[in-house]
């Protein structure tokens, strides 16, 4: 059965920082390509950071240049460093794993608040 558990998320004034962790079981993240949604209330889920299996990232441009995703092999851990946060940036995280397979897998969510 395959978990993502995201942790990581708060209440954070605008210009800080947090990062977020996803801890996966039963699916080995350097096998597939992973990455992290969010979802703004009222908005549609939409896609900010991915990492493929060579490690190569890919960001929304709204986040370019202040989030960075990385990922730990030996624990199976993906993370959303987010620098410089703007309320804009308030949603619920949530990560992903199996991006364009037959079965894609999410976590639950952890809320980011970002107070102006």
């Known amino acids: 059965q395959v978990q993502l558990v995201e942790s990581g998320g708060g209440l954070v004034q605008a210009g800080g920082s947090l990062r977020l962790s996803c801890a996966a079981s039963g699916i080995t993240f350097n096998s597939n390509l992973i990455g992290w949604y969010r979802q703004a209330a009222g908005k549609q889920r939409a896609l900010v950071a991915t990492?493929?299996?060579?490690?190569?990232?890919t960001y929304a441009e709204a986040v370019k240049g202040r989030f960075t995703i990385s990922r730990d092999n030996a624990k199976n851990t993906m993370y959303l460093e987010m620098n410089r946060l703007k309320p804009e940036d308030t949603a619920v995280y949530y990560c992903?794993?199996?991006?364009?397979?037959?079965?894609?897998?999410w976590g639950q969510g952890t809320q980011v608040t970002v107070s102006s």
């Open positions: 990492i493929n299996t060579l490690g190569r990232p």
């Open positions: 992903n794993a199996g991006l364009g397979g037959p079965v894609v897998y």
